[in-house]
């Protein structure tokens, strides 16, 4: 039974599950429309609305909160700004998340993430008839950045752990050989 | 431990499989372009759904 039990694990550990969602939803306040998978999108959904929601409170508090997740400062500067401003007195639902079909490649089901008061796309229209190729250009920029962030991230995490690794290493050495031993008894 | 007895006898295994059956994908006219599409997406030929550019197509 799967009672309760909410969110999806996206195959990935708790600390990379973090990692992508945090860069997703960079990349979503940034560019306010990213493309991903279905999955993806509908959990990253989860975690932006309640960021949004927060930055309506322009307070240092609130700033540093979302600031926690939301790694870039100008992205921030820009929510609380901007985003908060078009929004208004929009009560949650900020974004929107429309299916695209599956991927070629990997048949992954794709869809469109995108804050449901910025909508660009009729501007971008026009913009891409002008200038298609600056369009392709921030394309190649949204799938670098994330990447970048998450990289950035695991830098961290395996800093911390090779610290603690000298200091487990001695533990680990008794328990495997006491494990060993069990083994050998029950053989 | 449990071991089948008999061997499962071709006409018993293609019985089972009966019900392995694919499905038609659910299709619908794109409400913009007219092109057919699969229904609850946006449409791959003109980047529209419910009235509504997604993307523009690269074409």
Known sequence: ?????????????????????????????????????????????????????????????????????????????????????????????YTRVVKLGSRPGDGADMAILELVDFNSVTDKKVKTEAEPKAEKTTKAKKSEQPKAKVKEEDVVEAEVIEETKEETKAEESVSEETTEDKKEEKK | MAHPKRKISKSRRDKRRTHYKASAPSIAKCSNCGEIKLSHRACPNCGYYAGRSMFVPES
Not at chain 1, 58 to 69: F, I, K, T
């Open chain 1, 1 to 93: 039974m799967r009672h309760r039990v909410k969110g999806r694990k996206l195959s990935r550990t708790a600390s990379h599950r973090l990692a992508t969602l945090r860069s997703l939803s960079t990349a979503l306040l940034k560019h306010k429309k990213i493309k991903t998978t279905v999955a993806k999108a509908k959990e990253t959904r989860t975690f932006v609305e309640p960021l949004i929601t927060k930055a309506k409170d322009d307070s240092v508090a609130a700033r540093r909160h979302v600031a926690r997740h939301i790694k870039d400062k100008e992205v921030v500067k820009e929510l609380f700004g901007e985003i908060v401003e078009k929004i208004g007195d929009r009560a949650g639902g």
